[in-house]
């Protein structure tokens, strides 16, 4: 992994400053109005896909877990914060990040339901279990009064509005720009090397003194806590949701971004996200050859390219300047036949 | 008698889930993969009724076996286009899951395009009758299901137990590397594994698609779900176990929609799983391995 040269440092400032410029650059186009308010819808659109999809590579790509449920999580972190906002009384400035905050919760408290037994244990539980999950809260949804049954819950007010077009996305990005830092550092901590020593055996990290459990546990419902966020802000940007939009196939939209991207990388991630909602949103007329497209691309990268078209690649803007990019880790299916198992 | 018949009628339903449940199990005894596409094989084999009844207007006893080869080859296409490469290779587990769930996805997806995404309905398969025992009463298809599960599963046992490739097939999941030097073609017990259990899966199908006649191509998923957590709650690999959990099931959400509520009645059999995570997680009858490194 890379070490922490001087370098680095600097590096990390200027792709820092970077994402700050191209915030303040969105920032007065939007109010500016050289960017159209269904483009700026877009783009907040893009920022949630891109916090989603990060949160999971924490899980699919660090920790090498796989999880079929996000959007259930999303669909839990959305409820939460829209009943929130339509319940509290408080007027929506202050409602709305406080509403972010308790959609996180919630949807954390749900990751450790699901997350301890199925992680306590080796092997392709949380798969299974995440998938589970993922229909059958989406089924709750369907039948509960709280939320309103199918018809689900409208009415959530947007920050933004015609005249001042840009608080929901100055939420959107901040929160996807921290999100991404987050995952960034994360993976270089202490504690991200502990997860991912687990993706890469499990015994023998146990053996090391690693609580796998408890690594376990907190990569995922870290970002389980994210996907709630992801919810909330996804609720309130498009004013009504309904249980149908976080079905399975909307959960596979994120795993397709993440394996697409590079399990393991985050910038990965972020471009693929990026590319893969730009794309969804210009080719609507195609839309029921999307999840065929999909799937063939997914069985296509497993076979051939494991890891994702970047693999473990981070791109950085002055590197890229520099060396095009470098490699930090390499993995193919070939090298992994000395494992443990 | 209202509670006996109950328990009847879920064990009707288990007898579904017991059928997918041992492909499932047989798989994972194998190749250490949740086959996610072994749901959407019912789906293919529903389909493949559906077509030889409807469309060519065929009668019921070829509908059957031309349903269980069509599943029995598209197990084999499945395993050697999308996991084969992947399998001899040693890949890493989450490769081989993410594939498994293209497969699905791509299964479930195609067959919307073709026949579109409304449920077609079934013609009848067998003749729906009330049968009579004492004063209960059960539908003829909550017997057939028990019937044809009881003896799929001892035909399967004596398979495994008896013949040669039964044998191949117990060698290759207890170390496929020793079996292989052993002189067994390792290849070929997997791909006849995928078959059987697919074959499995169609017999499902036609049980359920006379049981419940309508098909839809999403129909696969919380079928594949409901039988894969049957597989676990009888301890995946063993096929007593996966008969076990599946009867459980069945007989769970049976209870759960007579007595409790019908719109809970995943969330139930969602929480057994947990639960049985929780307390046993290598299952009923499973054994639990040690992990030796």
């Known amino acids: 992994m890379g070490f922490l040269k001087k370098k680095t440092g600097i590096y990390y400032m200027v792709n820092f400053m970077l994402g700050t410029l191209l915030f303040f650059v969105l920032l007065i186009s939007i109010n500016t109005k050289t960017i159209s308010w269904s483009d700026t819808g877009i783009i907040i659109l893009i920022c949630i896909n891109v916090t989603l999809a990060a949160s999971l590579n924490l899980v699919t790509g660090i920790l090498g877990q796989l999880v079929l449920g996000h959007a259930g999580f999303m669909l839990v972190g959305a409820y939460a914060a829209s009943l929130f906002t339509l319940h509290s009384g408080l007027p929506l400035a202050i409602a709305f990040p406080i509403g972010l905050l308790l959609s996180g919760i919630v949807a954390a408290m749900f990751g450790v339901v699901i997350g301890l037994p199925a992680l306590r244990l080796r092997g392709d539980y949380l798969a299974i279990i995440t998938l589970g999950f993922g229909e059958i809260i989406r089924v709750v949804a369907n039948n509960l009064k709280i939320t309103n049954g199918a018809m689900g819950l409208s009415g959530m007010e947007s920050l933004s509005s015609r005249r001042n077009p840009s608080p929901m996305f100055i939420y959107a990005y901040v929160i996807a720009i921290v999100v991404v830092i987050l995952m960034f550092t994360f993976g270089r901590s202490r504690h991200g090397r502990a997860v991912i020593s687990i993706r890469e055996d499990e015994i023998a990290s146990e053996s090391m003194g690693i609580n796998t459990t408890y690594y376990k546990l907190f990569a995922f419902v870290f970002a389980a806590f994210i996907a709630g966020v992801a919810g909330g802000i996804y609720a309130h940007h498009y004013g009504m949701i309904d249980p149908s939009k976080f079905d399975f196939n909307r959960s596979v939209e994120i795993l397709i971004m993440v394996v697409l991207g590079g399990m393991g990388s985050i910038t990965g991630s972020v471009i693929s996200a990026t590319v893969l909602t730009l794309l969804s949103e210009r080719l609507r007329d195609f839309s029921e050859y999307r999840m065929i497209l999909y799937a063939t691309i997914l069985i296509l990268v497993m076979l051939f390219k494991p890891s994702g078209l970047l693999g473990r690649y981070e791109i950085s803007i002055p590197k890229l300047a520099g060396k095009l990019y470098r490699r930090i880790a390499n993995r193919k299916p070939h090298s992994e036949t000395g494992g443990a198992e | ?293």
């Open chain 2, 1 to 293: 008698m209202e509670f006996i018949t109950q328990v009847i009628n879920g064990l009707g339903l288990g007898s579904i889930y017991a059928l997918v449940a041992l492909g499932y199990s047989m798989v994972y005894g194998i190749v250490q993969l949740i086959n996610f596409a072994h749901g959407d094989i019912i789906m293919v084999g529903g389909y493949s009724v559906y077509l030889v009844m409807v469309m060519y207007g065929l009668p019921v006893w070829i509908a059957i076996p031309s349903s269980i080869i069509v599943c029995a080859l598209a197990g084999m296409i499945i395993e050697r286009v999308a996991y084969h490469r992947l399998l001899i290779h040693n890949a890493a587990r989450i490769s081989l899951l993410i594939t498994a769930l293209g497969v699905s996805i791509f299964l479930q997806n195609l067959f919307m395009l073709i026949f579109g995404s409304d449920p077609k309905s079934m013609p009848t398969i067998f003749p729906a009758d009330l049968i009579k025992l004492g004063s209960l009463e059960l539908a003829s298809s909550t017997v057939i299901n028990i019937v044809v599960s009881v003896l799929m599963m001892m035909g399967l046992q004596l398979l495994v137990d008896k013949s040669k490739i039964g044998k191949a097939m117990q060698a290759t999941s207890e170390d496929a590397g020793a079996a292989k030097l052993m002189g067994i073609n390792t290849n070929k017990v997997v791909l006849i594994t995928f078959a059987i259990g697919s074959a499995l899966a169609a017999v499902g199908a036609v049980l359920y698609s006379n049981t419940y006649p309508q098909i839809k191509p999403d129909m696969g998923n919380l079928l594949g779900i409901k039988a894969f957590i049957a597989a676990v709650l009888g301890g995946i690999g063993s096929i007593p176990g996966a008969m076990l959990g599946g009867y459980i099931l069945g007989v769970a959400e049976s209870l759960t929609k007579a007595y409790i509520s019908t719109t809970l009645t995943d969330a139930v059999v969602f929480g057994i799983l947990i639960l049985m995570l929780l307390v046993k997680p290598s299952g009923l009858m499973g054994k639990n391995r040690k992990e030796k490194v």
